[in-house]
């Protein structure tokens, strides 16, 4: 792929695709196998080993992992999960296909995700479960919340869609506790087919449902025209499964590629006052860095600090909204100033251009042009 010059915008995002990548595709093109062939089996297979879990089941986003795991833990109508307001709001919509309501708690003020002690405040005689998000990569406290989950009989899907890689804090890789949990492939992700998504099933049964589900309720051994139940067109193209392959045979020296960037970024910041940088972690844990999201000084205008990086060629983005304060999720009840910690993250965190093959001087740029913008 060709390089960025001194002068084009740097872009927030970029994925690493080169010959190998291309090498693969080919391979399937020319297979003329081009869904549900041996490249999307292969695809699960190696994820599954590198995450070092029983199985892994290809799905076609993140969002579609999401729906699918909600329908596994069979929440709906009446029942009511635990979740992060700080969030993608893929991780609420999930729910709402399914007819079961988000009950937001706010997060911690360092790690970014749910609080495990609002958690707690927040079971009532409808939870039925908790939706933990690993937001901008870093480790959710499970063990906390798989206690709170076990005390009250609920269920968990874990959010793992933007940390792949993510170590928690018991040493154990993020996705692999046992738990049903998601992963997603967007272009801006750690790995990428364009669009795309895994989950980890919690046992053999879940498996074979996900896989039913995602293929129009088929199962296995049937025809085209045969279904046990209701399913969705959830599959991942074999061509992104190539994609997927290509990547996570490079994928430890991406992650490693987006640490360093991560370090570069935090030396070269930490001369801007009132700036707060992302931890990369704590005890055993370990981010997976997905972003590199700052939170600009108290009182600083976001946007205005968007634009002036922009005028100055650097792509930048306010990240994240709170969801709950999206109309959809208004018309639940939900209104500002009920998760203060979210929100007063939201109106401060902004992410800045980020992907390993970022180079110093790209860094040093990125640097210097958010230091003027905040000055
Ligand atoms: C936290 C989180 N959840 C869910 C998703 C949804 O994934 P996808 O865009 O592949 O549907 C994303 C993707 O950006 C995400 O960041």
Not at 143 to 155: F, T
């Amino acid at each position: 792929m060709a390089g960025i010059s001194d002068t084009e915008t740097i872009p927030l995002a970029r994925p690493e695709i080169g010959a190998r990548e291309e090498e693969l595709v080919l391979e399937v093109l020319r297979s003329g196998r081009l869904s549900l062939g041996p490249m999307g089996e292969r695809f699960e297979r190696a994820f599954a080993e590198w995450l070092g879990v029983g199985d892994a089941v290809a799905v076609s986003s993140g969002t579609a992992g999401l729906h699918l795991g909600v329908r596994a833990l069979g929440w709906g109508p009446g029942d009511e999960v635990l979740t992060s307001p700080f969030s993608f709001v893929a991780s609420a919509n999930c729910l709402l296909y399914e007819g079961a309501r988000p009950v937001f708690c706010d997060v911690d003020p360092g790690t970014l995700n749910l609080d495990p002690a609002a958690a707690a405040d927040a079971v009532g005689e409808r939870t039925a479960g908790v939706l933990p998000v690993h937001i901008f990569g870093y480790p959710a406290a499970m063990p906390e919340l798989e206690g709170l989950a076990a005390e009250n009989g609920l269920g968990i899907l874990e959010d793992a869609c933007e940390a792949l890689g993510a170590v928690d804090s018991e040493g154990g890789r993020v996705g692999a506790r046992g738990n049903v949990a998601t992963f997603a492939f967007y272009a801006n992700k750690q790995l990428t087919t364009g669009e795309g998504g895994m989950i980890v099933p919690s046992d053999a049964e879940v498996a074979v449902r996900l896989r039913s589900e995602r293929n129009q309720g088929r199962a296995a051994d049937m025809g085209w025209l045969d279904h046990v139940g209701l399913g969705f067109n959830y599959r991942l193209s074999d061509l992104a499964a190539a994609l997927g392959v290509a990547q996570l045979e490079k994928l430890d020296s991406l992650l490693a590629g987006r640490a360093k960037v991560a370090s570069m970024y935090e030396e070269g910041l930490a001369c801007i006052d009132g700036l707060r940088m992302p931890i990369a972690g704590r005890g055993e844990e370990v981010r997976s860095w997905f972003v590199y999201t700052v939170q600009i000084p108290q009182g600083v205008d976001l946007s205005a600090t968007v634009a002036r990086l922009a005028a100055l060629g650097v792509a930048s983005k306010a990240y994240l909204p709170c969801i709950h304060l999206f109309p959809h999720l208004r018309e639940l009840g939900y209104r500002e100033g009920q998760f203060p910690v979210a929100e007063a993250a939201s109106a401060r965190s902004l992410a800045l251009p980020f992907f390993p093959s970022m180079t110093e001087s790209q860094v040093a740029r990125v640097c210097e042009a958010l230091a003027q913008s905040l000055r």
